[in-house]
């Protein structure tokens, strides 16, 4: 079984900064792209940012020049450094990660449970 866990989140005033981290565990072989999803209250998920197992990104055009998305291989985590936090971005953050392992050997789709972010004006 392979989990992600997700850590990080809180409360910041507008123009603060926030790292999330998002850790996958269990009996993995590999993982190819990780990403980060966020849905507000109402909305539907949507895409934040991800990453390639070779570290090629991709953003949301409302975080780009604000968030970066990065990965560290060794530890099986994924972040979000955020920046010049605006109250739109408040949000349940999730970890989405794509994990070769013992149950799925070319890849299966995980996601955490999500972390709240909440940015007050």
């Known amino acids: 079984q392979v989990q992600l866990v997700e850590s990080g989140g809180g409360l910041v005033q507008a123009g603060g900064s926030l790292r999330l981290s998002c850790a996958a565990s269990?009996?993995?072989?590999?993982?190819?792209?990780m990403g980060w999803y966020r849905q507000a209250p109402g909305k539907q998920r949507e895409l934040v940012a991800t990453?390639?197992?070779?570290?090629?990104?991709t953003y949301a055009d409302s975080v780009k020049g604000r968030f970066t998305i990065s990965r560290d291989n060794a530890k099986n985590t994924v972040y979000l450094q955020m920046n010049s936090l605006k109250p739109e971005d408040t949000a349940v953050y999730y970890c989405n990660a794509d994990v070769a392992s013992v149950i799925a050997v070319w890849g299966m789709d995980y996601w955490g449970k999500g972390t709240l972010v909440t940015v007050s004006s």
């Open positions: 990453i390639s197992s070779r570290g090629s990104t």
């Open positions: 269990g009996s993995i072989f590999s993982i190819n792209a």
